[in-house]
């Protein structure tokens, strides 16, 4: 008796935890079912839309046989103690074992659990056959002529972008945003310099990742202008959490406006702080890793600064770009993202003055 | 006490009880060791403000007068595996392989080797790059902090295997001419100039 009022004790505290999960669950879904810059739940492109599709199929299935295993418990342990119940007092107490034929229920049994067996199996032949043809779908080329080339390499811990082009003159190298037309695929090869990384628009694409002395290639299209938010989902090091990007998708005229821009020199300084500005950066040590193209700086370990101004973040997506924001980077980048490569920089008030106004107005 | 006395075969066993103290024991020295592993070297995001400005640098054992044998300067990053790691990145990313090579010297002077023209002491290296040396080293000054200067050298210092093998920087990735830095013997070191040739190291 005892045993059947905690048995009982235990299936109503089963259960109301379950219904906690369950309401837990069910309030995570919705706040993904929000959408924004950066989810999976929200597609704008193909590649993005089969995965959303894939993820819902899973959601459903694992939802329902998550619901029917649940039900089918409470029933088990329900009739389990009704069975004890009953049976409790006509039981002989022998050592003797009782060798009698399966009853009709023990027949029943069987056949649920074999009946659950096949049902399991099927259902993950369904899933596996989904998963894989959704991987092939991911995988292949959008179109055959892809107008744009991006070379995005991954560095501990930001994004190096290079646009491809067929004229020499017109490749050009940016960082921690890519701009792409709307509507036109576009073919992005992934690479590495130190450690692994992955790239990955969860509004455009699944994840892919950049392996140090391999070419990855992948295809994306967004289908619809707006700004999307990339992140590196392969663990890098100290500063992963802080290695994103954003993938602008602007209308085809827009995005050749910017093409062109980009190509371009960095602008000449304009002000006589800017000149300044433009000194101290060739005399500190800003020269050392950073390009700036027209100017004698061209080393390539850290970002390439020609139109940093036009950027909206700094640090891959770590700060937004504003003058205030620029200042406290240089002077203390370990303080936002400890362990970065960029140094502290000790420089005059004035000289760091000037040094943002000239980085300001390279757009 | 008397129980044990009376039951002799028992008492020749250790009592459970103490026999858990004496796993429980081994166990906390052997937990003991493993994190005391964990502090062998402690990651600084910040670095330390840069020691004081180095004055004059002797370039020379030479010097008018008895001899006055300077204490060898303290590298801060010598005892760091990482902090020469960073220095062999930079060493590359620099540019330095421009002229030095990889250790085997071109356009500059060999670096893993034991001939120091400007001294082999931590110091004599910082200066190097700091101030630059005639035809052709240029000078780094203002260009790269202090704290990356000091990586530099300690990894020029461990081309010539002068620093211990536990914190000497591994194999590069890609392929190398000569063996890792982990694995070089230690050279020297001899600065030309200094001592007259019978006190040089014969190799």
């Given at each position: ?363 | ?74 590298n801060p990053a010598e005892d760091q595996a990482?902090a020469l790691n960073e220095g062999k ?33 931590p110091?004599?290296i910082f ?22 200067v000091w990586q530099l050298v300690g990894f020029v210092r461990s081309m010539?295997?002068q620093l211990?093998?536990?914190v000497s920087t ?11 830095e ?22």
């Amino acid at each position: 008796m005892s045993g059947a009022i905690r048995l009982r004790g235990h299936g109503t505290r089963l259960s109301s935890y379950l219904l906690r999960a369950g309401a837990a669950l069910a309030v995570l879904s919705l706040a993904a079912c929000r959408g924004g810059v950066q989810s999976a739940l929200d597609p704008e492109g193909p590649q993005a839309a089969r995965l959303a599709k894939l993820w819902w199929l899973f959601f459903y299935v694992s939802a329902v046989v998550f619901v029917l295993v649940m039900v089918a418990l409470v029933a088990a342990v329900r009739r389990a103690r009704v069975r004890r119940d009953e049976t409790l007092t006509a039981l002989d107490v022998t050592d003797e074992p009782t060798v009698a034929p399966a009853p009709a229920g023990e027949r029943r049994m069987t056949n649920a659990v074999v009946g659950a067996t096949a049902a399991t199996v099927v259902i993950m032949f369904v899933l596996l056959v989904a998963s894989f043809s959704v991987g092939r779908a991911l995988s292949a080329r959008l179109e055959q002529n892809n107008k744009v080339t991006i070379e995005v390499t991954g560095e501990q811990w930001w994004w190096q972008v290079r646009y491809w082009d067929v004229a020499a003159e017109n490749i050009f190298i940016t960082a921690n945003e890519i701009h792409i037309p709307v509507g036109e695929p576009v073919t992005v090869q992934l690479k590495s310099t130190d450690v692994n990384h992955s790239f990955w628009v969860p509004n455009l694409t699944g994840k892919k990742d950049l392996i140090p002395g391999k070419v990855a290639t992948i295809w994306l299209r967004a289908d619809r202008a707006g700004l999307y938010r990339g992140q590196c989902a392969e663990f890098c090091g100290f500063q992963h959490a802080h290695m994103a990007f954003y993938v602008v998708a602007d209308p085809p005229e827009q995005f050749n406006a910017w093409l062109a821009e980009q190509r371009g020199a960095a602008a000449q300084p304009a002000t006589a702080q800017q000149q300044r500005g433009q000194q101290v950066f060739m005399h500190a040590t800003c020269v050392m890793c950073h390009t700036i193209q027209g100017t004698l700086a061209g080393s390539n370990i850290g970002p390439d600064l020609t139109h940093v101004a036009g950027r909206r973040t700094i640090a891959a997506g770590t700060l937004e770009n504003t003058r205030e924001n620029l200042s406290s980077w240089i002077t203390d980048p370990q303080t936002f993202k400890p362990g970065t490569r960029m140094p502290a920089n000790k420089l005059a008030p004035e000289d760091l003055q000037a040094l943002v106004e000239y980085l300001q107005s390279l757009k | 006490m008397r129980q044990r006395k009376t039951n002799g075969a028992s008492s020749l066993i250790p009592h459970p009880s103490s026999l858990r103290a004496v796993a429980l024991s081994a166990w906390l020295v052997v937990a003991g060791a493993l994190f005391g592993a964990c502090e062998r070297e402690r990651r600084e995001f910040k670095p330390a403000p840069p020691p004081a400005p180095l004055g004059n640098v002797a370039q020379s054992e030479l010097s008018p007068g008895a001899p006055q044998p300077t204490p060898p300067t303290k590298n801060p990053a010598e005892d760091q595996a990482y902090a020469l790691n960073e220095g062999k990145r930079l060493y590359d990313q620099y540019n330095c392989t421009g002229c030095h090579f990889h250790g085997g010297g071109g356009i500059g002077p060999p670096l893993m080797d034991e001939k120091w023209i400007y001294g082999s002491d931590p110091a004599n290296i910082f200066q190097t790059i700091v101030e630059g040396r005639p035809n052709g080293m240029p000078s780094f000054r203002q260009k790269l902090p202090d704290d990356q200067v000091w990586q530099l050298v300690g990894f020029v210092r461990s081309m010539s295997g002068q620093l211990p093998k536990d914190v000497s920087t591994t194999r590069d990735d890609h392929m190398n001419a000569r063996s890792s830095e982990q694995r070089t013997e230690q050279q020297g070191p001899v600065s030309t100039g200094g001592k007259p040739k019978s006190a040089e190291q014969s190799h």
